[in-house]
């Protein structure tokens, strides 16, 4: 998917675009999702208030589940972290997190075209089930914190 222009005209077409009403606080939280991949929710109240001061974190809350459920943003949580949103939707990609310091970078599918959507079947559990996205987050420490780990070791 391409990377997405940042002029609130954009964003209210991708509102629009959703069957959404373009409202300041709905084009606020989207630009804040763009502007910040892979932030919590703390992270995109804030970039919010910078420009709406007065919106409520219950308001950023509902339109984050409003866009999640209508694919505008993805929200992913990997095991032990806050849920996340990111603007990258639609393209099946992966993620990778530092056991560290947490950092989330993404990841294109390994080889193909989805090849995770062919997943393998030997004991018929994927009878009648339509697949249509695959949920694969790599661990391990990020360059910074490998290279920390690296320093302090004798």
């Known amino acids: 998917m391409g990377v997405v222009s940042s002029t609130s005209t954009d964003y209210s077409a991708q509102l629009r675009l959703a069957d959404l009403r373009v409202t300041r606080p709905r084009v606020a939280v989207l630009e804040a999702v763009h502007d910040h991949p892979h932030a919590d929710t703390e992270t995109i109240l804030a970039a919010v208030r910078a420009r ?3 919106v409520s974190r219950q308001a ?3 339109v984050l589940n409003a866009f999640t459920a209508v ?4 929200r992913i949580q990997p095991l032990g972290m806050v849920a ?5 939707v639609g393209d099946n990609h992966h993620h990778v997190v530092c056991r560290s310091c947490g950092v989330i970078a993404d990841i294109d599918c390994a080889l193909g075209d989805a090849p995770c959507l062919t997943p393998s079947d030997e004991d018929n559990v994927l009878d009648g089930f339509i697949l249509d996205e695959a949920e694969v987050i790599y661990w391990g420490l990020c360059p910074s914190c490998s290279s920390a780990t690296q320093r302090s070791q004798p």
Do not use: N
């Open 52 to 54: 709406l001061p007065e």
């Open 84 to 88: 996340r949103y990111e603007s990258r």
């Open 71 to 74: 694919g505008l943003v993805r």
């Open 60 to 62: 950023v809350y509902d």
